[in-house]
């Protein structure tokens, strides 16, 4: 999904949900995308995940909590094979899917309840938890960019790499 290019959301209560999913399906892409210029391999630290192991939980995470809290199973969520170039791809494509899959449902559906954990939570809860949940997979991976020296993108606006421009791919 490139910038302006827009995935139809519903017209439910809910749709800010969906409204807020596609934008940090964007925002996630974005930051792997830069990443590319890394090494796959690269860690901060001893007991933090590699740039790929971050792309793997993600992809793993989410493939998860989707299939298991909100019904939009989109089969296995690993790539084929374990590039970045992979992960960005099998990622979006997934998203994708499940954005058009939760994009029906209805407003009943979104306050109906579902096992999160060892609590029951409300799909739209979930659904909120599990973007916030991504973000603080990506707010790590920002770190991961200045460590490496590579410019950050734009996420919720400018960045100090952007000239106080929105960009998405620099």
Known sequence: MARGERMSASSS???FLLDTYETEILKIVTVWDALKAADPSFRPAPKARSILEQMEHQVQSEGRWMTTMLEADTGD????NKTPADYIEKYKADARRRFEMLSSRSDDWWRATAAFFDVTRSHAWIMTRRMTHSSHHRGQLIVYLRLNGIP???I????ADTNGVVKYKL
């Open 77 to 80: 969520p690993n790539p084929t």
């Open 13 to 15: 209560t809910y749709a």
């Open 156 to 159: 919720y606006g400018p960045t």
């Open 152 to 154: 950050v993108p734009s």
